[in-house]
Structures are given as structure tokens and as C-alpha cells.
């Protein structure tokens, strides 16, 4: 799978979804999109299949954490879906993500790609120090839990693009880096903090950028899809 644009389907519910995804409908490309817990836990497994029966690429961003025998029996049921990619939070220690591979796997070897949150970007140094008591610098602990996850066999991370080159350096040239906080340049930065064009996120060495409002909210969609895809994805 090559560099890619993965559009966030951050919608309530089907309806809002399947407003969104006709706009594409005669597009020549359907766009690699992802489903979060907002519309998982709204929708369950079905709009899951629906989406995949109308030829889409699936990223399922539920973040899964638990102990290592729930996250292998949980990875068993979502690989029925047939995704394209899923994550797990690599706080959940080298064993989990281990469990998780295990658990995804199918009786020929193949899995989908499966990737890790390293910190939350919502975590700040601060509440890293003084809630979860962990004393390092924060750029510290992200490289050493991305290096946690290449470990364990895992495909990638999630990042912002800023970091998509230190992971590249300090953990595997190949290793995925899928990035969100991407903005273009005439956007409202909304609530993140850290954004780059799809532009600079190529030129930083992004895999897949994670795109949401700046499609789903631009006045047209399709557009600025496009406009992704030819920042990003060209050249
Ligand atoms: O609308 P926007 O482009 O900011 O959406 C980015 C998507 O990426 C959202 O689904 C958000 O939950 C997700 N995400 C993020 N930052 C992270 C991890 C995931 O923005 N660190």
C-alpha cells in the first residue's frame, strides 16, 4: 500500500455518513476512509461492511487496550471485517501488541496493517510528569514506545508529521507513520495545535495523512479531497 490519504469519518451516524460518502459516488477513486469510536459504537460491525461492500479502503481506529488475552480474542473478531487497518495503544505493553498481531493474523499469515498510538496527543508533559508519573521528556518516551511497537512486530505508528522523520530515524526507515493534524494552508487550525499542509506532511516523510474536517466541513468535499490527493499523493 502506498502513500495515501485517509479521510476521517467523524459523523454521529449512517445517515451523516452515507450523505457524506455519495458525494464520491462517481468519483474515480473511493477514498481510503477511517471509522473512529464515534460511529462504531453508533453503528456497530454493519456500517462497517457496508462501507467495505462499496469498495472503500477501511482504517478502524479503535484503539483497543486491554490485557493481552482481550486484545488477541477481540483483534480474532474484528479481522471477520476485513479491514485495511486497525491500532491498539502501545501503553498497553510490547505483550499486548504481540497478542494483537497474533489475534489478527488468519490460518495463511496475512493480516491487516495494524498500528499503535504511541502517547495521546491530548497527554502534555505536564500531566505525563505529574498524573501518570512518568519523569522522562516526552519526546523521549514516544521514540522509545514507537521503538516498543516495531518490537512487537507491529506496522507503524500514529504521529503528528513533525515527528514522521525521528520515527523514520530512530526506529525503521519502512516503519509506517500515519499522521492527522493536517490543515491546508488557508484553514482553520480548529483544535490542534501542531499542522501541516499535505504538502509539508509528504515532504516530512508521511505515509498516510489522517484528514477530517478539512473535508468533511470544506464547502466541497470532493474538492478538497482532490486537493489532498495531489498534494500528498503525486510527484
Ligand atoms: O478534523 P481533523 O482533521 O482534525 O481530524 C483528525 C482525525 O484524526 C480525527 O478523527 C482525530 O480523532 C484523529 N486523531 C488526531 N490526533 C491524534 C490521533 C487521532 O487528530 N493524535
Given at each position: 500500500?502506498?502513500?495515501?490519504?485517509?479521510?476521517?469519518?467523524?459523523?454521529?451516524?449512517?445517515?451523516?455518513?452515507?450523505?457524506?460518502?455519495?458525494k464520491f459516488e462517481n468519483h474515480n477513486q473511493k477514498p481510503?476512509?477511517?471509522?473512529?469510536?464515534?460511529?462504531?459504537?453508533?453503528?456497530?460491525?454493519?456500517?462497517?461492511?457496508?462501507?467495505?461492500?462499496?469498495?472503500?479502503k477501511i482504517f478502524l481506529d479503535l484503539k483497543l487496550h486491554d490485557i493481552p488475552n482481550t486484545v488477541k480474542s477481540a483483534m480474532r473478531s474484528l479481522s471477520?471485517?476485513?479491514v485495511d487497518m486497525l491500532n491498539v495503544h502501545a501503553e498497553g505493553s510490547?505483550?499486548?501488541?504481540?497478542?494483537?498481531?497474533e489475534g489478527l493474523t488468519n490460518d495463511n499469515g496475512e493480516r491487516p496493517l495494524l498500528i499503535a498510538v504511541t502517547l495521546l496527543t491530548s497527554i502534555s508533559q505536564?500531566?505525563?510528569?505529574?498524573?501518570?508519573?512518568?519523569?522522562?521528556?516526552?519526546?523521549?518516551v514516544v521514540t522509545a514506545y514507537a521503538q516498543n511497537v516495531f518490537k512487537a512486530g507491529l506496522d507503524g505508528v500514529v504521529c503528528s508529521?513533525?515527528?514522521?522523520?525521528?520515527?523514520?530515524?530512530?526506529?525503521?526507515?519502512?516503519?509506517?507513520?500515519?499522521t492527522p493534524g493536517i490543515r491546508f494552508a488557508d484553514n482553520d487550525k480548529g483544535d490542534q495545535a501542531r499542522v501541516t499542509t499535505p504538502l509539508k506532511?509528504?515532504?516530512?516523510?508521511?505515509?498516510?495523512?489522517?484528514?477530517?474536517?478539512?473535508?468533511?466541513?470544506?464547502?466541497n468535499p470532493v474538492e478538497a479531497y482532490e486537493k489532498c490527493i495531489n498534494e500528498f499523493c503525486k510527484g
Open positions: 500500500m502506498g502513500r495515501d490519504v485517509i479521510v476521517a469519518l467523524d459523523f454521529p451516524n449512517a445517515e451523516n455518513t452515507f450523505n457524506f460518502l455519495s481510503f476512509v477511517k471509522i473512529g469510536m464515534e460511529l462504531f459504537y453508533a453503528e456497530g460491525q454493519k456500517i462497517v461492511r457496508e462501507i467495505k461492500a462499496r469498495g472503500h471477520k471485517l476485513n510490547i505483550e499486548m501488541m504481540k497478542a494483537a498481531v505536564e500531566v505525563m510528569n505529574n498524573e501518570l508519573l512518568i519523569s522522562r521528556p516526552l519526546d523521549e508529521p513533525l515527528e514522521a522523520g525521528k520515527i523514520h530515524e530512530n526506529v525503521n526507515k519502512n516503519f509506517l507513520t500515519v506532511a509528504k515532504e516530512l516523510g508521511s505515509d498516510f495523512i489522517v484528514v477530517g474536517r478539512p473535508i468533511t466541513k470544506a464547502e
